[in-house]
């Protein structure tokens, strides 16, 4: 089972950016995924939740209205798209996969997901 992450860089306030999640090894019609990040000095914090059932989609709410995921099924790749970034975005981040359910209540904790990949870093600066 491999996750990749990718897509992070150097951008400014206000930009945008997608980070993608490839992922093989598991099926991912049959793969929830979670999206993290870890800025310098805090804990991982989790940042948004795909289901494999019915579409259904959990965000911090911190970042409701700024973040959306999506996923494309024939390339088994999970995408962040991040818009109207802010300084305090900057920070690694990482896709989570598992196989169980998760729910609005426990998605954002890190031991619910089984697989991790290897962080990619997003730095938001003038």
């Known amino acids: 089972v491999q996750l990749q992450a990718s897509g992070g860089g150097l951008v400014q306030p206000g930009a945008s950016l997608r980070l993608s999640c490839a992922v093989s090894?598991?099926?991912?019609?049959?793969?929830?995924i979670g999206w993290f990040r870890r800025a310098p000095g805090k804990e991982r914090e989790g940042v948004s939740y795909?289901?494999?059932?019915?579409?259904?989609?959990y965000f911090a709410d911190s970042l409701k209205g700024r973040f959306t995921m999506s996923r494309d099924y024939a390339k088994t790749t999970v995408y962040l798209q991040m818009n109207s970034l802010k300084p305090e975005d900057t920070a690694v981040y990482y896709c989570?996969?598992?196989?169980?359910?998760?729910?609005?209540?426990?998605?954002?904790?890190?031991?619910?997901?089984?697989?991790w990949g290897q962080g990619t870093l997003v730095t938001v600066s003038s």
């Open positions: 090894g598991l099926p991912l019609n049959r793969t929830n």
């Open positions: 795909s289901s494999r059932v019915n579409g259904i989609v």
């Open positions: 989570a996969a598992t196989s169980n359910s998760l729910f609005s209540y426990s998605w954002h904790l890190p031991q619910g997901y089984t697989h």
